[in-house]
């Protein structure tokens, strides 16, 4: 691991978040940010941040972003916020809106 970001209690379920991120698994890092410019779904702009974040941190290391691909990213689950709907008869049943923990390390190319 060369650079690692985090972006942690992110509003979107991880089941969601791991559909875009699949697709740039393994991938190197321009290709990594043109898939995302091009993927319709509501996670791209947080998964692209902290993508960006992690580009960042390692050329404040002195590495060129042509070197880099993504060599390892999670969507792990974090806290659930807890909130109530109204149902019938009288009653509430409870909806859990899921939160994301998003890591990604990125790592040097080697041919």
Same mark, same amino acid.
């Given at each position: 691991?060369?650079?690692?970001?985090?972006?942690?209690?992110?509003?979107?379920?991880?089941?969601?978040?791991?559909?875009?991120?699949?697709?740039?698994?393994?991938?190197?890092?321009?290709?990594s940010?043109?898939?995302? $410019?091009?993927?319709?779904?509501?996670?791209?702009? $947080?998964?692209?941040?902290?993508?960006?974040?992690?580009?960042?941190?390692?050329?404040?290391?002195?590495?060129?972003?042509?070197?880099?691909?993504?060599?390892?990213?999670?969507?792990?689950?974090?806290?659930?916020?807890?909130?109530?709907?109204?149902?019938?008869?009288?009653r509430a $049943?409870?909806?859990?809106?899921?939160?994301?923990?998003?890591?990604?390390?990125?790592?040097?190319?080697?041919?």
């Amino acid at each position: 691991m060369i650079a690692q970001a985090k972006g942690r209690y992110i509003r979107v379920s991880p089941t969601k978040m791991r559909l875009v991120i699949d697709l740039i698994r393994g991938k190197d890092v321009a290709s990594s940010l043109a898939i995302l $410019t091009h993927v319709n779904k509501g996670s791209t702009p $947080t998964i692209t941040k902290v993508l960006n974040s992690a580009i960042s941190n390692a050329k404040q290391k002195g590495l060129d972003e042509t070197q880099l691909y993504v060599s390892k990213i999670t969507a792990d689950q974090g806290p659930s916020w807890k909130r109530f709907r109204a149902a019938p008869f009288g009653r509430a $049943t409870r909806i859990l809106k899921k939160t994301t923990h998003l890591t990604i390390e990125l790592d040097l190319i080697t041919k």
